[in-house]
């Protein structure tokens, strides 16, 4: 049949593929194998004699120490004594960033997939226009009014921006999820006398629980990766900095510790990697559902 | 006043409606409102004054054009635009071919479909500066994997410091960016893949139509729509991509990374010349926008004159 490939394109397929994840994995790669190095063997060039080429072998040994060792991934919690504390903030920030956005999206996402109102294709299209604005571009004007509050230097500083700019991305991913429950359902809660809220409260939420779970992962996962113009631009205070503004301080040092640097910045996406990987699945399902038309 | 209540009143259930599905998003709204509308006009109000660290709170004076014709009369003003835009379609074409590539093979019938597809990812999933502090290592001149692989394979005599020159240095920000940006194009791109009537296939199969012929003549205009959305969203971020930049060279050397964000974000942030900041960013939104619409009519055109597929409607 037309999906059976001969030998030759399976090995086609199967290389192209290699290389295409090679390229997607070699920093991760590379990052690992650089905390496992001491700082010695990091920083020795492949010994190349005056005149001569590097060789193959030459360039292999950059790889390999006889001395590699987990150390990195000790030493980094006494070089910055205040990693735990970064690692914490990332943590905190992306679930209290995903807490409040869901709050929002929530209620809007309901909205938009139930109701034919006045005004419900231009507001949503302004949601969405949002997405053409980086944070970048409004930073002083926020960083005026953060200060005006007096947020500067606090969580808050951090929290609020990366939430309204995940507002949208959330409305837009949850809508569609909604809008697969069927509206009868809610008729029937309305027959039976049931108010607007009770029937969102009782009868949806509990079916939407899936795609709830989905949308805060996902928002959770932008929350994360988001934390770092807000955090240099609006914090200064490192009881609150998270984990990449953090990192990021490494490099001024004198002599950059790469080994711990690399290590530190493996930890520190060890908790997105995780949740990716039991919700890769559901994850891609749900993130690209507005791609396919039904 | 109670005419006024009465005037809102609902009086239909139209009515009704509208005002309870606006008391969902009111919220959101109020939120977008207060974070992204009110600072973008206070963007734009200040891009005609000279505040700056002393006169953010209040005092700052207007001084009209100034700043607008001070940034775009400025000597660098051209070739960072000129670079913005290159950087944007260089790094959009590379995104959107590579991910054009990735989807077709993840889409192919091979084994351990979901490993494969799950091991694109990581680079989107991962906090964008993290993957930066990755590439920083690996673009090291003098330890870094790819200055001594090239020196292996015989490209270069010696080492060779990719972010030290202005050519390379862009170069490797945008192989960094087309690195972050691939794995969600790709899973887009995948999405819509599988979602093509597969008895389309199946007759031209039939006909005797070849792999590549059943690619450019079925796949292709089919994820049109896809691609030509996630064409404009990708260009959009990427025109608007700090990070990357500000990580691997702070827009350097020399000034030779430096696109219209960065040049923002160096004016107001590091120079605390605000109005000057200001006026930058203004100038961001109004590229943007008329970039956008560009790209829209353009491609309202073509589907008029060709009946091609295009946005989704």
Not at chain 1, 72 to 82: E, G, H, K, N, S
Not at chain 2, 254 to 261: D, K, Q
């Given at each position: 049949m037309m999906d059976k490939y001969t030998f030759l394109q399976k090995i086609g397929i199967y290389s192209s593929l290699a290389l295409f994840i090679l390229f997607m994995l070699l920093p991760f790669v590379e990052m690992f194998?650089?905390?496992?190095?001491?700082?010695?063997?990091?920083?020795?060039?492949?010994?190349?004699?005056?005149?001569?080429?590097?060789?193959?072998?030459?360039f292999m040994s950059r790889f390999y120490s006889d001395k590699m060792?987990?150390?990195?991934?000790?030493?980094?919690?006494?070089?910055?004594?205040?990693?735990?504390?970064?690692?914490?903030?990332?943590v905190f920030l992306s679930t209290a960033v995903t807490f409040f956005s869901m709050c929002f999206i929530v209620p809007a996402a309901y909205a938009y997939a139930r109701f034919d109102f006045r005004g419900k294709t231009i507001s949503l299209t302004l949601f969405l226009a949002v997405n053409m604005f980086s944070g970048a571009v409004l930073l002083i004007p926020l960083y005026k009014l953060l200060r005006v509050y007096g947020l500067l230097n606090t969580y808050w500083a951090m929290i609020i921006p990366g939430v309204a700019f995940l507002i949208p991305t959330g409305i837009w991913l949850l809508k569609s999820f909604l809008e697969k429950i069927p509206y009868e359902l809610e008729e029937a809660a309305f027959v039976d006398g049931a108010s607007r809220l009770y029937t969102l409260r009782r009868v949806i939420l509990p079916l939407a629980v899936p795609g709830l779970i989905v949308v805060g992962v996902a928002m959770f996962i932008g929350a994360y990766a988001q934390q770092f113009l807000f955090a240099i631009t609006f914090n200064q205070d490192r009881d609150y900095m998270p984990l990449p503004a953090g990192i990021f301080e490494f490099i001024g040092y004198q002599d950059v510790l790469w080994n711990e640097m690399m290590a530190a910045s493996l930890v520190g996406i060890l908790p997105v990697l995780l949740i990716f990987l039991f919700m890769q699945k559901h994850l891609i399902a749900g993130l690209t559902s507005g791609a396919v038309k039904e | 006043m109670s005419s006024l209540i009465q005037m809102l009143k609902p009086k239909t259930k139209a009515q009704t409606t509208t005002l309870f599905a606006w008391a969902l998003i009111a919220p959101a709204a109020l939120v977008m409102f207060w974070i992204v509308v009110w600072p973008l006009y206070e963007t734009f109000r200040l891009s005609f004054t000279n505040s700056n660290l002393g006169t953010l709170m209040g005092g700052a004076e207007y001084i009209g054009w100034e700043n607008y014709e001070k940034a775009i009369g400025g000597r660098k003003f051209p070739s960072i635009v000129t670079r913005?835009?290159?950087?944007?379609?260089?790094?959009?074409?590379?995104?959107?071919?590579?991910?054009?590539?990735?989807?077709?093979?993840?889409?192919?019938?091979?084994r351990a479909r979901g490993v494969f597809r799950a091991l694109v990812m990581p680079p989107w999933i991962v906090p964008i500066a993290i993957g930066c502090f990755g590439w920083l290592w690996l673009y090291n001149g003098h330890f870094g994997l790819i200055s001594n692989f090239i020196e292996m394979v015989g490209i270069t005599d010696g080492p060779f410091s990719f972010l030290a020159y202005k050519q390379s240095a862009f170069y490797s920000a945008v192989v960094t960016d087309v690195w972050i940006g691939t794995p969600m194009v790709t899973l887009f791109f995948l999405a819509a893949i599988q979602g093509v009537p597969r008895d389309l296939y199946e007759a031209?199969?039939?006909?005797?139509?070849?792999?590549?012929?059943?690619?450019?003549?079925?796949?292709?205009?089919?994820?049109?729509?896809?691609?030509?959305?996630?064409?404009?969203?990708?260009?959009?971020?990427?025109?608007?991509?700090?990070?990357?930049?500000?990580?691997?060279?702070?827009?350097?050397?020399?000034?030779?990374?430096?696109?219209?964000?960065?040049?923002?974000?160096?004016?107001?942030?590091?120079?605390?010349?605000f109005g000057a900041g200001a006026t930058r960013a203004v100038l961001v939104v109004l590229i943007l926008g008329v970039f956008s619409l560009i790209y829209l009519t353009v491609l309202d055109k073509l589907n008029k004159r060709y009946g091609y597929s295009g946005v989704q409607k």
């Open positions: 194998i650089a905390s496992l190095r001491p700082l010695t063997h990091l920083f020795s060039r492949p010994d190349v004699p005056v005149g001569e080429t590097m060789t193959f072998m030459d060792s987990f150390q990195a991934y000790r030493d980094m919690w006494v070089t910055v004594p205040q990693l735990p504390r970064y690692i914490f903030n990332s | 913005t835009f290159y950087w944007m379609f260089l790094s959009v074409g590379l995104k959107i071919v590579l991910g054009l590539i990735g989807a077709s093979l993840l889409a192919s019938n091979i031209a199969y039939v006909d005797g139509a070849s792999r590549w012929y059943r690619f450019r003549r079925i796949t292709l205009p089919q994820i049109m729509p896809t691609i030509v959305s996630m064409a404009l969203l990708s260009a959009i971020w990427t025109f608007n991509s700090f990070e990357i930049i500000w990580i691997l060279t702070e827009g350097g050397p020399r000034g030779g990374t430096t696109t219209l964000i960065i040049d923002t974000f160096k004016t107001a942030i590091f120079s605390y010349k």
